[in-house]
Each structure stands twice: as C-alpha cells, then as structure tokens.
C-alpha cells in the first residue's frame, strides 16, 4: 500500500491560509536558510524542496505550490523550460525567480517563460518577502536595483528609440501580416495573398499582439497608422 511521502504529508497538514512554496535550488545550505526565513513568516509555508528542473516539475506535480522559488543555472533541465511545463500544467502557481545575474536578457526570459518575478541573491531579505507578497497577489516584481537600472535606461532613450526597438522586434513577415491587417484584410484574405494556412497567419497576429503589447485588431491598426505603417488619405 502506497503511503503519501513526508513532504505530501507536510503540504496537506498546511492551512488554507498560507502559501504553500516550493523551493528550487541546487545549493543545499541556500535552500535551508531560504525555508527558515519564510517559515518565520505566519503567511509562508514551504511545502517542498527541489534541486533542479526536473525535480521542480515533479514536486510541483505532486505537492501543487501557490508559489515557486526558482533559481537560474541549474544542471539539467534549464529552469526556464522547467516553468514552462509547471505552468502549462498549473497556470495559477506563481514564479519567483530568485539569481545572482543582473541581466536584461534573462530578465527577459525568465519573463517569457512565465514568471512573474525576479530578484537578485543579494537583495535583502525584506524585499524578497514583498516580492513573494506582490505576486501572490498576482502583481509583478522584479528586483529594486535591476528595475531603477531599467527605468534609467529608458528615460535615457528617446520615444524615436523606443519605437525603433519595439519594431526591430518584428520580422519581415510579421511587418507584413500587420500592414495587411491594418490595411482592413481578415486573417483568410492575408492566407490567400501570402499563400499561407489561416493557422499561421494566426499565429502572427498573436505574435505581433505581443511582442507590441496590444490587445485586439483595432489597437493594431492605430498603431500602423501612428508609425506610419500604412496611411490615410
């Protein structure tokens, strides 16, 4: 007879009222000293412990955490897809990802892949407890100093800067499906001229919903006759 295992029994003993959090990291003595701090803490409780990618997504499978601590550059399974397959799975838990790299570029990914924070090892305790709080909630939160370096960079920027970068983010493809669209073409006709699947056309809609934060065809088209994508007579 199958018996549940300590950490199964330690997450269903936990009251509804707490967080339940899974830790991820391969160094042992970083691990403990993370769950003694959020133990301390009367809305925290870590339910589970994992050394790497593989072992995150099992955990997560068995022990289903509100919150997940992730590091980045474990052996194995990169951490990023080890999120990826937790949140295809449980869309609701929420990721923290907690690095020593102050890096745009993983900031980036580690947003892609779905997290919703990032924080840096050396940022004190307090502030990583306002992060775990602020996503909890279903906010974001990234870590105080690599956001005041972001912001700096953009106000350092000008808005024809901005706007370059935004659509340096397009491909040639996707420039064209938005001219397209913008021009009042539906997703069949732009499949008929470009001699594509509706699906992929489809697919470049979204992705350019994306990549330019907009939400519906309508913000699409302002935002091709702003930039002087396509004009009006």
Known sequence: MLTPSSESRTAMTVSMSRSRILITDDHTLFRQGLKRLLESELD????GEARNGEEAVERARELRPDLIIMDIGMPGLSSFEAVRRIRKERPETRVL???MYDDEDYLAECLDAGGAG???KDTPADQLIAGL?????????????LLARLVDGLRARSPEDRFKS???MLTPREREVLKLLAEG?????IAYRLNL???????????LMRKLDLHNKAQLVQYAIKRKIIKIA
Do not use: M, W
Not at 133 to 145: D, F, N, Q, T
Not at 197 to 207: L, Q, R
């Open 118 to 120: 990032y924080i840096l």
């Open 185 to 189: 073409n539906s997703v069949k006709e």
């Open 197 to 207: 699947s509706i699906k992929t056309v489809e697919a470049h809609k979204f992705n």
């Open 97 to 99: 990802f907690v690095t």
């Open 44 to 47: 925290f409780a870590v339910v």
């Open 166 to 168: 935004r659509l340096s």
């Open 133 to 145: 709080r602020e996503i909890r909630r279903g906010g974001k939160y990234l870590s105080p100093r």
